[in-house]
């Protein structure tokens, strides 16, 4: 047999780890923490093991737990004492996600990013207040957002300046980045103006650029209790079965000034992080959520999985793919295992 090329040469031990093209390590994840102000204690999240809710006064200890495992930053999402229409909890100075802010980033050296977002502000959970769909005439197709009043949607417009005011408050806080998240037409640019009028040039948007209308966001609604009560989120969420939509909409994004581009849900969409990677210089995130964090969990409760290896193959692939940061339930464990 006269095999001139072996690639097993180079998967030995001593040479593996020199050819290896892929690194992954703690300062490249992102724990996302849930602050929740309707509660005292710390509440489990069962869909998710390992998560909890945690109250104001624990956000700081929550954090810092973060820390200890080597992972240096935190994304916040908030659940409010109270919801309505327009989502107003979501900026107000006492706001849930405003108040823990200020207390992370006085008492500890975590870099903050926050969500920007309605859903779980707002007592229909969409992600902006809503409207009465203008639909033409014979047009049947476009799909309702719900199936008792197949008239409401969610008012892009208006939705921006509530995203803008969010921003600005959670920046006054001290937010280090913000992640708008919410999939409306021009909310970079509401942001960016927003955020520059304030004072607040300096703070950079992560833009959900590419997030999907998907099934895997399940666990997350119990965390964050953010479900819409009636319909779905696929009037502004982007259809799954669209690849070439997700460069479009992550060019708009570019064009607006967003600084970190996120791909979301990340496990099934490994083409579209690819395609993000090759088509921008952008730095590229990509958020591997709940669902995708619970069915590993759940198989190797079953004794079917390694959990540890299958997190760490999880996030690896996430970074071959192309993406520079991964938003992850994981964060902590594989940090620590890497530390
Ligand atoms: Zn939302």
């Known amino acids: 047999m006269d095999l001139t090329h072996r690639p097993r040469r180079l998967r030995r031990?001593?040479?593996?780890?020199?050819?290896?093209?892929?690194?992954?390590e703690p300062s490249d994840l992102i724990a996302p923490i849930f602050v929740d102000a309707t509660t005292s204690e710390r509440i489990p999240i069962e869909s998710m093991p390992g998560h909890e809710r945690?109250?104001?006064?624990?956000?700081?200890?929550?954090?810092?737990?973060?820390?200890?495992?080597?992972?240096?930053?935190v994304m916040l999402f908030g659940i409010p004492k109270s919801k309505d229409a327009e989502g107003t909890r979501a900026w107000v100075e006492d706001g849930v996600v405003q108040e823990a802010t200020r207390r992370i980033t006085d008492e500890t050296d975590a870099y903050v990013v926050?969500?920007?977002?309605?859903?779980?502000?707002?007592?229909?959970?969409?992600?902006?207040?809503?409207?009465?769909?203008?639909?033409?005439?014979?047009?049947?197709?476009?799909?309702?957002?719900?199936?008792?009043?197949p008239?409401?949607?969610?008012?892009?417009?208006?939705?921006?300046?509530?995203?803008?005011?969010?921003?600005?408050?959670?920046?006054?806080a001290g937010a280090h980045m913000v992640a708008p998240s919410g999939m409306m037409d021009g909310m970079v640019a509401a942001i960016r103006n927003g955020l520059d009028d304030a004072g607040y040039q300096e703070v950079?948007?992560?833009?959900?650029?590419?997030?999907?209308?998907?099934?895997?966001?399940?666990?997350?609604?119990?965390?964050?209790?953010?479900?819409?009560?009636?319909?779905?989120?696929?009037?502004?969420?982007?259809d799954p079965a669209n690849a070439r939509e997700a460069v479009r909409e992550v060019r708009l994004d570019a064009e607006q000034g967003a600084d970190v581009m996120m791909?979301?849900?990340?496990?099934?969409?490994?083409?579209?992080?690819?395609?993000?990677?090759?088509?921008?210089?952008?730095?590229v995130a990509a958020y591997n959520v709940s669902g995708e964090y619970a069915m590993l969990h759940a198989a190797a409760e079953k004794g079917w999985l390694d959990l540890e290896a299958v997190a760490h193959e999880s996030l690896l692939s996430i970074k071959r793919a192309g993406a520079d940061l991964i938003l992850t339930y994981f964060a902590e464990?594989?940090?620590?295992?890497l530390g």
């Open 54 to 73: 945690v109250p104001i006064d624990e956000s700081v200890t929550r954090v810092e737990e973060v820390l200890e495992t080597g992972v240096e930053a």
């Open 204 to 238: 950079p948007i992560m833009s959900y650029a590419a997030k999907y209308e998907s099934a895997f966001y399940g666990p997350f609604r119990d965390a964050a209790d953010g479900a819409p009560s009636f319909g779905n989120r696929r009037h502004y969420q982007m």
């Open 333 to 337: 464990g594989v940090a620590e295992r």
């Open 13 to 24: 031990d001593g040479v593996r780890g020199l050819v290896s093209e892929t690194s992954l």
């Open 114 to 149: 926050t969500d920007v977002c309605l859903c779980e502000y707002t007592d229909h959970g969409h992600c902006g207040p809503l409207e009465e769909e203008l639909r033409g005439e014979g047009d049947h197709d476009n799909g309702p957002a719900c199936e008792h009043d």
């Open 263 to 283: 791909v979301k849900p990340a496990l099934p969409y490994l083409d579209i992080v690819s395609a993000v990677r090759r088509e921008f210089d952008h730095p």
């Open 151 to 172: 008239t409401l949607t969610v008012d892009n417009d208006a939705t921006l300046e509530s995203l803008e005011r969010i921003a600005v408050s959670h920046a006054e």
